[in-house]
């Protein structure tokens, strides 16, 4: 197999663990994976992985931007560009995307070391019945809970048993109970994020995540709304964080939009399918090149400082 031929098989494994693999919820989700650059284009010298992630995250919108800390506020920083190698890494990307049962890993850690930790009176407590009791005046339904005489911590798509073994006559129980139940728990869970299984896979090949994945994040609000002008800003501003206009629309243009049902990011970007399952981006967003069209993205001035 070319190097072409591994790479654009790498790409079609990632998009397929993001599909799968972030949290979705409602509206909250992965529009759409796209292919482009040198390996879409089937370059036999392609260097690196090039995929847009067309989203409704919150979390990913941060990072549809470049911005600097400038007069006490986030401002948005015109000496980085998209297309000049300034990306976000690969893993800070990926991160975001959480994963299938987790929308954020980092609150879910916090959440867990705070209402496990929370109890100072487990010094005094080392019987599970007592432990159980302790935490009756404490529970909530969206995150602890008492179940069958079990203890359950939720998150999310997550409902964790909490180990309350006996440990009779410890003085540090709080310490040696929970820490641990804090450790157990996150490392469960951490494989099951984007970046983790992601990351698997480009080991797997031999490759460095960061080094050999370019990604690019755009909400999918700048491809559908038209005629919000706080869209047409952020609109403007992507294009002008990149040193060609054209960046964004040629993308677009020329990109492949990968199919879940062939699991191949086979579909030209620029064709109409009459397949539901495999839709390119201007038949799911009509107005993908003409709002991206840098001739069309002049009414409304971004402040950049």
């Known amino acids: 197999m070319s190097t072409v031929q591994n790479k654009y098989q790498i790409a ?11 949290y979705q919820h409602g509206d909250r989700n992965i529009k759409g994976i796209m292919l482009f650059g040198s390996v879409a284009r089937q370059q036999e010298d392609a260097n690196d992985i090039d995929l847009l992630i067309i989203h409704d995250i919150s979390q990913l919108n941060e990072l549809g931007t470049f911005t600097k800390y400038s007069g006490g506020r986030m401002v948005p920083d015109k000496n980085s560009f998209f297309d000049n190698g300034d ?44 432990i159980l009791e302790s935490f009756s005046r404490y529970l909530s339904p969206d995150r602890l809970v008492v179940k069958d005489n079990r203890l359950l911590f939720r998150y999310g798509g997550v409902e964790e048993e909490v180990n309350l073994e006996d440990r009779t006559g410890a003085e540090d129980i709080r310490r040696l109970l929970f820490e641990q139940e804090v450790d157990r728990i996150t490392k469960k869970y951490e494989p099951t994020q984007v ?33 919000n002008p706080d869209i047409e800003i952020d609109r403007k501003l992507a294009v002008e964080q990149c040193r060609d206009p ?18 191949d990011p086979s579909i030209p970007a620029h064709l109409k399918h009459p397949n539901s399952f495999n839709l390119p981006i201007t038949y799911l967003f009509p107005n993908a090149l003409e709002v991206f069209n840098p001739n069309n993205v002049q009414r409304v001035q971004p402040q950049l400082e």
């Open 12 to 22: 079609t494994k990632v998009a397929e663990i993001i599909h799968q693999n972030a």
């Open 87 to 130: 990306n976000y890494s690969a893993s800070r990307v990926l991160r975001e995307m959480g994963a299938s049962k987790i929308d954020d890993f980092f609150n879910f850690k916090y959440e867990l070391r705070h209402w496990l930790g929370r109890r100072p009176d487990i010094y005094d407590t080392p019987r599970k019945g007592d």
């Open 246 to 263: 054209t960046f964004w629309q040629t993308i677009l243009r020329e990109g492949r939009v990968y199919d879940r049902t062939s699991q």
């Open 195 to 227: 970046v983790s299984i992601v990351e698997a896979l480009m080991n797997s090949y031999g490759l460095d995540m960061n080094n050999a994945l370019d990604l690019q994040v755009m909400n999918v609000s700048l491809l559908e709304d038209i005629e």
